[in-house]
């Protein structure tokens, strides 16, 4: 059966929380790693070039899509109507 189109007995909209915990982690980790850099993390781990830099950046560019995405699909049955 479609996620979506199953109903509940009680009459509300099913909501993948699964899927809504799994981007809220992704969307926030990412937001995190870009803005509150941990001081504690060695030299190693630290980019040491502007082309790793933009590496990073772009790999935690794509975690926070991939983030919204799964928040959209966890919360897309609030937007949807239900079929009949």
């Known amino acids: 059966m479609d996620e979506v189109s199953e109903k509940r007995t009680d009459g509300k909209r099913k909501i993948s929380w699964w899927k809504v915990a799994v981007g809220?982690?992704?969307v926030f980790g990412s937001i995190n790693?870009?803005?509150?850099a941990d001081p504690r993390i060695p030299e190693?781990?630290?980019t040491s070039n502007e082309s790793q830099q933009?590496?990073?950046f772009l790999a935690m560019?794509?975690?926070f899509i991939l983030g919204l995405g799964f928040l959209v699909?966890?919360?897309r049955s609030l937007w949807l109507e239900p079929k009949e």
């Open 54 to 56: 933009s590496g990073a």
């Open 33 to 36: 790693g870009i803005f509150f």
């Open 44 to 46: 190693a781990l630290k």
């Open 61 to 63: 560019a794509v975690l």
């Open 73 to 75: 699909a966890g919360l």
């Open 24 to 26: 809220v982690v992704l």
